[in-house]
């Protein structure tokens, strides 16, 4: 049995919110957007998914608190996509590369303002640590 996707090689959706820190209704989501499709479906209609799948919504999941869209949310994972294809032509590849640098700068723009605003609500705890007499927790 392997000890990620069970005895089948498939994980129910359950099991994928609990290791993605998604919830099911999230996921429900993203697949009705066609961001990520379940693999497969059981005999019971569930719906499972593979390493890759949840691979994707661990890229969706990383891309969401920094600003992305739905819709680059899904260009990225294309990009990853054709990137992954040896078949994909040399154009392809090209514009695929070019988008992966722009979401890079973005993301690198993202992290630089959330330490940015990190730092200010570090600030502003120990203003009111202090304000209110309280000692700082370690």
Known sequence: ??????????????QVAERTELSIKTIRHYEEVGLVTPS????????LY?????????????MKPL??????MKELL???GVLDDPAATGEQRGKA???????????????????????????FS????????SPESP
């Open 1 to 14: 049995m392997n000890s990620t996707t069970g005895e089948t090689g498939f994980l129910q959706i359950g």
């Open 40 to 47: 497969a479906r059981s005999a019971g209609g569930f719906r």
């Open 50 to 62: 593979t390493t890759a799948d949840m691979d994707r919504l661990l890229v969706i999941r990383r």
């Open 67 to 72: 600003g992305f869209t739905l819709a680059e």
């Open 78 to 80: 294309d990009a990853f």
């Open 97 to 123: 590369t070019e988008f992966l640098r722009h979401c890079r700068e973005r993301t690198r723009d993202s992290a630089d303002r959330l330490r940015r605003h990190l730092a200010y609500a570090e600030e």
């Open 126 to 133: 120990d203003l009111l640590a202090t304000r209110s007499g």
